[in-house]
């Protein structure tokens, strides 16, 4: 039945379409093993923390602590050699007892607990943005208008690789024009309620149209749009979408896309060359590390540190999936 072996070696081909036949019209691309392995491969043996890069995330506010703790190891997690937390100082202590490889950076704060734009006076920020790598900015940050003002500032004059998510984001609704990545790199991760409000549009509009509200807004506005939720989306500026496989309902609780926000920030630390693989990456594995959790809590039970926990074996997944689909049976 199986024909007659022969002498010498035998090889497993792939006996589906070529890759080079396989082309979508519509500019998407789906996310596969394949396209994160280059980035996650082994590290050369004389290795040190600053081949890795340095991750600068700036969040965090009274009642908001976590959302930067959990973006700061999640960039440690994801393979960043260092990172630190810029916060208000009243929850600096939260933020530094939240592990202890995570860095932290007191700023100035409101009475309320937030970021004070006293901040950005007498070169306060560009001290602090010196060395770094990649920023992550808008975790827990909050909306008092003076945290408003200093994301703006920030967002609009830094020229080092930046990821804007959460309500740093939202201190663009109804000034996305001032939101532009032109001549540098800029990376937002909105959710839906986020994404309206940034295109001046309703949720049910982004819901009913994801690829060209995310492709559109990439486009206009010279940036990467990681457009969250079921089937992720990631949308360049030159019009072509990444869509992501990966990830549960189980993540569908508070706190995952500040692990989400830390996770491109960590990946683009090491890889500041490759910002689009680092994020097309960083989704991936968000998801499938959410998707390894579940195995263990379940949807029902899966908090957004778990996702942290899972992602050694998300990486070992992703791994062992590219070395299966090189291998060769010997005869």
């Given at each position: 039945?199986?024909?007659?072996?022969?002498?010498?070696?035998?090889?497993?081909?792939?006996?589906?379409?070529?890759?080079?036949?396989?082309?979508?019209?519509?500019?998407?691309?789906?996310?596969?093993?394949?396209?994160?392995?280059?980035?996650?491969?082994?590290?050369?043996?004389?290795?040190?923390?600053?081949?890795?890069?340095?991750?600068?995330?700036?969040?965090?506010?009274?009642?908001?602590?976590?959302?930067?703790?959990?973006?700061?190891?999640?960039?440690?997690?994801?393979?960043?050699?260092?990172?630190?937390?810029?916060?208000?100082?009243?929850?600096?202590?939260?933020?530094?007892?939240?592990?202890?490889?995570?860095?932290?950076?007191?700023?100035?704060?409101?009475?309320?607990?937030?970021?004070?734009?006293?901040?950005?006076?007498?070169?306060?920020?560009d001290a602090l943005i010196k060395g770094k790598t990649v920023l992550a900015v808008g975790p827990?940050?909050?909306?008092?208008?003076?945290?408003?003002?200093?994301?703006?500032?920030?967002?609009?004059?830094?020229?080092?690789?930046?990821?804007?998510?959460?309500?740093?984001?939202?201190?663009?609704?109804?000034?996305?024009?001032?939101?532009?990545?032109?001549?540098?790199?800029?990376?937002?991760?909105?959710?839906?309620?986020?994404?309206?409000?940034?295109?001046?549009?309703?949720?049910?509009?982004?819901?009913?149209?994801?690829?060209?509200?995310?492709?559109?807004?990439?486009?206009?506005?010279?940036?990467?749009?990681?457009?969250?939720?079921?089937?992720?989306?990631?949308?360049?500026?030159?019009?072509?979408?990444?869509?992501?496989?990966?990830?549960?309902?189980?993540?569908?609780?508070?706190?995952?896309?500040?692990?989400?926000?830390?996770?491109?920030?960590?990946?683009?630390?090491?890889?500041?060359?490759?910002?689009?693989?680092?994020?097309?990456?960083?989704?991936?594995?968000?998801?499938?590390?959410?998707?390894?959790?579940?195995?263990?809590?379940?949807?029902?039970?899966?908090?957004?540190?778990?996702?942290?926990?899972?992602?050694?074996?998300?990486?070992?997944?992703?791994?062992?999936?590219?070395?299966?689909?090189?291998?060769?049976?010997?005869?």
């Open positions: 039945i199986f024909g007659i072996l022969t002498d010498g070696p035998t090889h497993i081909s792939p006996i589906g379409s070529p890759d080079e036949a396989i082309v979508s019209s519509l500019q998407l691309n789906l996310i596969t093993a394949r396209e994160i392995a280059p980035l996650i491969g082994p590290r050369p043996l004389a290795s040190n923390k600053g081949n890795f890069g340095h991750v600068l995330v700036i969040g965090g506010s009274v009642g908001k602590a976590g959302a930067a703790a959990m973006a700061g190891m999640a960039a440690l997690r994801t393979g960043a050699g260092l990172s630190t937390v810029a916060t208000p100082k009243s929850v600096l202590a939260t933020v530094a007892g939240f592990h202890p490889e995570v860095m932290t950076e007191p700023l100035d704060e409101t009475d309320a607990g937030s970021i004070s734009t006293r901040n950005l006076a007498g070169g306060r920020m827990g940050i909050s909306r008092h208008p003076e945290a408003v003002d200093f994301v703006r500032s920030v967002v609009v004059n830094c020229k080092t690789p930046l990821v804007l998510d959460a309500d740093g984001l939202n201190a663009f609704e109804g000034r996305a024009s001032e939101l532009n990545g032109k001549g540098r790199s800029l990376v937002i991760t909105p959710h839906p309620g986020e994404m309206a409000r940034l295109a001046g549009s309703t949720v049910a509009a982004v819901q009913r149209d994801r690829i060209n509200v995310g492709r559109t807004f990439a486009r206009e506005h010279e940036l990467i749009v990681v457009l969250k939720g079921h089937r992720t989306l990631i949308a360049q500026s030159d019009g072509t979408v990444w869509v992501n496989a990966t990830g549960n309902p189980g993540m569908a609780t508070g706190g995952t896309g500040d692990i989400l926000t830390g996770m491109v920030a960590g990946l683009i630390a090491p890889n500041p060359e490759h910002i689009l693989e680092a994020v097309i990456a960083a989704v991936h594995l968000h998801g499938l590390a959410g998707d390894v959790a579940r195995e263990s809590m379940g949807e029902h039970s899966l908090v957004a540190t778990d996702l942290i926990n899972a992602l050694p074996e998300a990486f070992r997944q992703v791994r062992k999936s590219v070395a299966s689909s090189k291998v060769e049976i010997l005869g």
